[in-house]
Structure formats: C-alpha cells, structure tokens
C-alpha cells in the first residue's frame, strides 16, 4: 500500500483514492452475506468483517489526508454506504458510524488527532450524541464524564468511543460538549436484542467519573462550521461544512443501501418463480410491473437526492461562508425524505414477496426487519426534520441545537 508522507509527522498508510476504495466496497459485497448468519447470531460483527473494513479502508473515505485519509467529496460517502449496507445492512449501519466519527475527530485539536490516528490511522470510532445523558465536570487539565448512553452503534468492535455531556459550572449555563476516550475505558452494557440490524452491537455504554483530557474534548460550536481547532491542519473545504447537517445523508445511504438489496434480491427471486394458486410467472403480473417501476424510481430519486445535496453541501465550503438556516435544515429534512423513498420501495418489496417472505431464511424478511430499525433514528424522521425545515422556510428560528 502507497504511504502518505508528511516532513512534520512521518508516514502513514494511504487509504487510497475515492474511486478505489468504492471498488473495494463493492467487492465486499458477497462476503458480507456469506457472513450475514454468523453475524445475526453473534450480534455483533464477525472478526473477519472488521479485519475487512480496516484493509479496504472504507472508513477512511472522510478522513484527512494528512493521516492518510482519502479526504473525499461528500458523495463518495454515499457511493461507499450503498454496496456495504447491500451487502450486510449491520456493517452498512455501523460503518456509517464510523465514517462520520472519522469526519467529525477532524475537528478536534490535533493533539487528539495524533492520539487516535497516529498510532492507528484505520481505527474504528463508534460513538453517541445526546448531550443530556450525560454530565461532566471540569478536572485539572480535563473532565469527568459520567452517564449511560443508548444506541452505540459499532461499539463492540470500535477502538475509540465518542460521548456527549453536558458541562455544568456553577454560574453559568451547562455547555453541550464532547469527548472521545478508548473503548476499553467505558463499560459496554449487553442492551441490544432488537428485532432488526442485529449485528450492529448498538447497546448501551456507561461511564462513572471517566476522566478526559481537555485536548479530547470539543464544545459544540466547533461542530457547526466555521473555526474550529482542527482547522489548524484539516483546511479542506470539505472540513468546514457543519458536520450535523451532513449526518442525515450517512445514514439515508445505509437506508438506499438496504432497499437495493431488497429490489435486486426481489427480483432474482421472481424472475422465473410461478405463483402457487395461478402456476403463473409472478413477473407476468401487470401490477407487478407498475410497482416494480415504482420501486426503481423511488431508489433512483433517493440516491440523486443525495448526491445532489452532497455536491450542493461542497459548494458551501468551498465557497468558505456559514450556511444558511434553510440549507442546514433542508439538507437534512432531504436526506429524511431520501430515506422515505427508500423505506416506500422496500414496503412494495415486502408487499410483492407475498408468503415467502415469511421464512426467515428468505434474505428479504431479514433486509426489511433491518430497514424497519434504520429508519427509526431521528435523522429519518420525517416529521421532525421536514417541521424543522418548514419553520426555516417561514423565517422562524431552528428549534435544533446542534444545526
């Protein structure tokens, strides 16, 4: 693998280009659902799996090039999101954790940087953002962290872990801030039995008087664009876009991602399958056909949104100014209806798959159980974020904290 050479630092393994690591994601694919029973038992993902996200560096499609990251556009995330998640919807989801939690530590001092890539530029961070399970306070030199956090997506099979708190001081109003501490120093709570994305270790982790050095925390106007101490070495415009705008647009991919499994696992299946009443072709059906072309559509719709959103957001910080109110809404309020299309065309899928779908060894079944959980995080949530974005057309303020 080609090194990535810098006189400051020393080298480092280069991910490779964009185009390469999206080659790489896709040959992962077969894999990924050879692998996909394993993964449902161990509820986690295999070893195998993660040895493979290291090497292909999918990870690091985000992440600076001064570590060797590939420092991508935007969309190259979504091009990156869609074959893993169609390969195995658990890696697809945890990998989109990871992705944007390489993006995001770009902002962080680079001290914290150092700590985290230099050593291991193809580690794992998995991580959570609500602030208010949280509480720290300020130590010499740093905080303690204590709290218990849900939906830790990857955490199982992270290296660094990524908490939010908020810092209480006596006088002054909480600071929404956050911290990123080795995964052995929280405690991993065996939480999650879901009925979908099985594999994605999303349980809870819990921290007591876990102490964090100043330089591996961030306070949250860092994240919203603009100056942030990272900027010191990361000045490509893909840093200075606010990194909660983007974040709906990881997952929406992962969500695609699963549908379009979904369509091309529906049609191997019927293709050349007879109906059991009629002894008919199932593809003979006309109404198949109308729904079938819906569901393309739909996927089609999705996926141009987002890339469409992708390359609007690169002109905001190449252009180096503050987004507006509107754009940081509508992006997301986009990226959930990108996610809505996706989860219509997947409905369609169950709803042709008739009888068969009940089997739990028809890939389908599975697939839809997952895109059910995916499309339950806040960042598919239409009302939410389409009623955020309705105020922002209105003139009123965003009612959201972290836009």
Same mark, same amino acid.
């Given at each position: 693998?080609?090194?990535?050479?810098?006189?400051?630092?020393?080298?480092?393994?280069?991910a490779g280009?964009?185009e390469?690591?999206?080659?790489?994601?896709?040959?992962?694919?077969?894999?990924?659902?050879a692998?996909?029973?394993?993964a449902?038992?161990?509820r986690?993902m295999?070893?195998?799996?993660?040895?493979?996200?290291?090497?292909?560096s999918?990870?690091?499609?985000l992440?600076?090039?001064?570590?060797?990251?590939?420092?991508?556009?935007l969309?190259?995330?979504?091009?990156?999101?869609?074959?893993?998640?169609a390969?195995?919807?658990?890696?697809?989801?945890?990998?989109?954790?990871?992705?944007?939690?390489?993006?995001?530590?770009?902002?962080w001092?680079?001290?914290?940087q150092?700590?985290?890539?230099r050593?291991?530029?193809?580690?794992?961070?998995?991580g959570?953002?609500i602030p208010?399970?949280?509480r720290?306070?300020p130590?010499?030199?740093?905080?303690?962290?204590?709290?218990?956090?849900?939906?830790?997506s990857?955490v199982?099979?992270?290296?660094?872990?990524?908490?939010?708190g908020?810092?209480?001081r006596p006088?002054?109003?909480?600071?929404?801030?956050y911290?990123?501490?080795?995964?052995?120093?929280?405690e991993?709570l065996?939480?999650?039995?879901?009925?979908g994305?099985?594999a994605?270790?999303?349980?809870?982790?819990?921290?007591?008087?876990l102490?964090v050095p100043?330089?591996?925390?961030?306070?949250?106007?860092?994240l919203?664009?603009?100056?942030?101490?990272?900027r010191?070495?990361?000045?490509?415009?893909?840093?200075?876009?606010?990194?909660?705008?983007?974040?709906?647009v990881?997952?929406?991919?992962?969500?695609?991602?699963?549908?379009?499994f979904m369509?091309?696992?529906? #049609? +191997?299946?019927s293709?050349? %399958?007879?109906?059991?009443?009629?002894?008919?072709?199932? &593809?003979? /059906?006309?109404?198949?056909? $109308?729904?079938?072309?819906?569901?393309?559509?739909?996927?089609?719709?999705?996926?141009?949104?987002?890339?469409?959103?992708?390359?609007?957001?690169?002109e905001?910080g190449e252009?180096?100014r503050?987004?507006?109110?509107?754009?940081?809404s509508?992006?997301?309020?986009?990226a959930?209806f990108a996610?809505? #299309? +996706?989860?219509?065309?997947? %409905?369609?899928?169950?709803?042709l798959?008739?009888?068969? &779908?009940a /089997?739990?060894?028809?890939p $389908?079944?599975?697939?839809?159980?997952d895109?059910c959980?995916?499309?339950?995080?806040i960042?598919q949530?239409?009302?939410?974020?389409?009623?955020?974005h309705?105020?922002a057309r209105?003139?009123?303020?965003?009612?959201?904290?972290s836009?």
């Amino acid at each position: 693998m080609a090194v990535v050479y810098r006189r400051d630092f020393g080298a480092l393994p280069s991910a490779g280009s964009a185009e390469e690591i999206v080659r790489r994601a896709e040959q992962m694919i077969p894999a990924l659902r050879a692998r996909a029973d394993s993964a449902e038992q161990m509820r986690r993902m295999p070893d195998e799996t993660c040895r493979d996200l290291r090497r292909s560096s999918v990870a690091r499609i985000l992440q600076p090039a001064r570590y060797g990251g590939a420092e991508a556009p935007l969309s190259a995330m979504v091009d990156v999101l869609i074959p893993i998640s169609a390969g195995c919807a658990s890696t697809g989801w945890c990998l989109a954790q990871y992705v944007m939690h390489n993006y995001m530590l770009a902002r962080w001092p680079v001290e914290a940087q150092e700590q985290v890539w230099r050593p291991a530029p193809d580690c794992l961070i998995s991580g959570i953002l609500i602030p208010r399970l949280g509480r720290a306070r300020p130590a010499a030199g740093g905080y303690t962290l204590s709290g218990t956090w849900p939906f830790v997506s990857g955490v199982d099979t992270s290296d660094w872990c990524i908490l939010s708190g908020l810092v209480e001081r006596p006088g002054a109003a909480a600071e929404e801030r956050y911290f990123i501490a080795p995964t052995g120093q929280v405690e991993i709570l065996d939480t999650w039995h879901s009925i979908g994305l099985r594999a994605s270790s999303s349980n809870h982790v819990r921290a007591a008087d876990l102490f964090v050095p100043e330089h591996m925390t961030l306070a949250i106007e860092h994240l919203a664009g603009g100056r942030f101490p990272g900027r010191a070495i990361n000045t490509a415009p893909l840093f200075r876009l606010p990194v909660y705008m983007t974040f709906g647009v990881l997952l929406a991919s992962a969500v695609l991602g699963i549908a379009e499994f979904m369509f091309e696992e529906y #049609l +191997a299946q019927s293709r050349s %399958r007879p109906a059991l009443m009629s002894g008919l072709e199932v &593809g003979s /059906y006309a109404s198949h056909h $109308i729904k079938l072309g819906e569901v393309s559509a739909s996927l089609q719709a999705a996926g141009a949104l987002l890339r469409a959103d992708c390359a609007e957001m690169m002109e905001i910080g190449e252009a180096d100014r503050p987004a507006t109110d509107i754009e940081r809404s509508n992006y997301r309020c986009n990226a959930a209806f990108a996610g809505q #299309l +996706a989860f219509t065309a997947a %409905r369609i899928v169950w709803d042709l798959v008739g009888a068969r &779908g009940a /089997y739990v060894a028809n890939p $389908i079944a599975r697939a839809f159980q997952d895109i059910c959980v995916a499309t339950r995080h806040i960042t598919q949530n239409w009302d939410v974020n389409a009623t955020e974005h309705g105020r922002a057309r209105l003139r009123m303020p965003l009612t959201n904290p972290s836009l």
